[in-house]
């Protein structure tokens, strides 16, 4: 029995191989092509250290000067000693270069849908002839057609042969006058992926998602595999805009509620007409601060670069050393 696993580096790349029953990490890498810095391959000189981020695993032996009863807490492992119990996760702070590693791949699918949501966000759908595997929260860079022009957007479901994403609409952008005037069901898209080190990690505390406009895609992928693999530790998602007409997947947001226990939403919107009868403003106005001064958290923000360090900051105000920060800035093309 083969499990997969996935290698993710510093520099955004991730490479999957299978590996399999009782086999060596590291061996199963060097057999795919994955060349690991290493050195003594006896759990003594740390050379192959990285980061479990899912899935179980055991490792035969690690010297305690390779390795220290709090790296070994928070999932650091020695690839010549590890052996994976179930499909895993693993990141390595360096860049995927030093492996010898191939790039990113390049991915033909055709276009199955497109839905203007609104003025500035449509949905897009991209129907691929073999499945592509990536880490929720990772994104692809997607060819415009009749251009030279790439984007990058981030995948807003779990891994297979559909893709979704959300674009986010400019006046005048290369990928938003394409999807306005030109974009077809049936057309074909190239594509390079999976890309990003922002990706869901092993859950074992809560988690706070947090999205805005747009960074909403990166964690419906996360969701999407919460929902189907199952979570028992509560999952607040908040959700904030401009407008409500800026809003989508709302459906598909609730539904989480049924199939992820102890999932709760928020939306905020931070220009709304009179009639709108939600929260409004900025969503650090709106955090439930009293559950992350209780116990430690993770929290996963995709949006704008303002949002972000805005959250930063407000986590820094209100002292929450134990909320670990995971983030993705995106910054539109204006072009």
Same mark, same amino acid.
């Given at each position: 029995?083969?499990?997969?696993?996935?290698?993710?580096?510093?520099?955004?790349?991730?490479?999957?191989?299978?590996?399999?029953?009782?086999?060596?990490?590291?061996?199963?890498?060097?057999?795919?092509?994955?060349?690991?810095?290493?050195?003594?391959?006896?759990?003594?000189?740390?050379?192959? $250290?990285?980061?479990?981020?899912?899935?179980?695993?055991?490792?035969?032996?690690?010297?305690?000067?390779?390795?220290?009863?709090?790296?070994?807490?928070?999932?650091?492992?020695?690839?010549?000693?590890?052996?994976?119990?179930?499909?895993?996760?693993?990141?390595?702070?360096?860049?995927?270069?030093?492996?010898?590693?191939?790039?990113?791949?390049?991915?033909?699918?055709?276009?199955?849908?497109? $839905?203007?949501?609104?003025?500035?966000?449509?949905?897009?759908?991209?129907?691929?002839?073999?499945?592509?595997?990536?880490?929720?929260?990772?994104?692809?860079?997607?060819?415009?057609? +009749?251009?030279?022009?790439? *984007?990058?957007?981030?995948?807003?479901?779990?891994?297979?042969?559909?893709?979704?994403?959300?674009?986010?609409?400019?006046?005048?952008?290369?990928?938003?006058?394409?999807?306005?005037?030109?974009?077809?069901?049936?057309?074909?898209?190239?594509?390079?992926?999976?890309?990003?080190?922002?990706?869901?990690?092993?859950?074992?505390?809560?988690?706070?998602?947090?999205?805005?406009?747009?960074?909403?895609?990166?964690?419906?992928?996360?969701?999407?595999?919460?929902?189907?693999?199952?979570?028992?530790?509560?999952?607040?998602?908040?959700? +904030?805009?401009?407008?409500?007409?800026?809003?989508?997947?709302?459906?598909?947001? $609730?539904?989480?509620?049924?199939?992820?226990?102890?999932?709760?939403?928020?939306?905020?919107?931070?220009?709304?007409?009179?009639?709108?009868?939600?929260?409004? +403003?900025?969503?650090?106005?709106?955090?439930?601060?009293?559950?992350? *001064?209780?116990?430690?958290?993770?929290?996963?923000?995709?949006?704008?670069?303002?949002?972000?360090?805005?959250?930063?900051?407000?986590?820094?105000?209100?002292?929450?050393?134990?909320?670990?920060?995971?983030?993705?800035?995106?910054?539109?093309?204006?072009?």
């Amino acid at each position: 029995m083969n499990h997969k696993v996935a290698f993710s580096f510093a520099d955004g790349k991730t490479l999957f191989f299978p590996v399999g029953a009782n086999e060596i990490l590291l061996d199963a890498a060097l057999r795919n092509g994955i060349k690991i810095p290493l050195d003594c391959r006896e759990g003594v000189c740390g050379t192959c $250290q990285g980061r479990c981020e899912s899935g179980d695993y055991s490792q035969d032996y690690v010297d305690e000067e390779a390795l220290s009863s709090l790296d070994l807490q928070q999932r650091k492992m020695l690839s010549c000693q590890t052996r994976v119990k179930s499909d895993a996760t693993f990141y390595f702070d360096f860049d995927s270069s030093l492996c010898n590693a191939p790039g990113p791949v390049q991915v033909r699918g055709m276009v199955s849908a497109v $839905q203007l949501v609104s003025a500035g966000t449509a949905i897009l759908q991209v129907q691929l002839e073999q499945a592509l595997d990536f880490l929720p929260g990772q994104y692809a860079r997607l060819s415009v057609p +009749g251009t030279q022009s790439w *984007r990058a957007y981030s995948f807003a479901n779990r891994p297979g042969h559909q893709l979704q994403f959300l674009i986010r609409l400019l006046p005048d952008g290369v990928m938003s006058n394409y999807i306005r005037e030109r974009c077809q069901v049936g057309d074909e898209l190239v594509m390079e992926a999976p890309l990003g080190a922002f990706y869901l990690r092993h859950v074992g505390r809560p988690l706070v998602l947090v999205a805005g406009g747009t960074g909403l895609s990166a964690l419906l992928g996360m969701l999407d595999e919460l929902a189907a693999n199952g979570c028992d530790r509560p999952v607040h998602l908040y959700y +904030g805009v401009r407008g409500a007409e800026d809003l989508c997947e709302t459906a598909r947001i $609730q539904g989480y509620a049924t199939k992820i226990a102890g999932f709760r939403y928020t939306e905020v919107l931070s220009a709304p007409s009179e009639g709108w009868p939600g929260k409004r +403003g900025y969503l650090t106005e709106h955090f439930d601060l009293a559950p992350l *001064r209780d116990g430690p958290a993770d929290m996963y923000v995709c949006g704008p670069p303002p949002m972000v360090e805005s959250i930063q900051q407000w986590l820094a105000d209100q002292a929450l050393d134990g909320v670990q920060l995971y983030y993705e800035k995106f910054t539109q093309s204006n072009i």
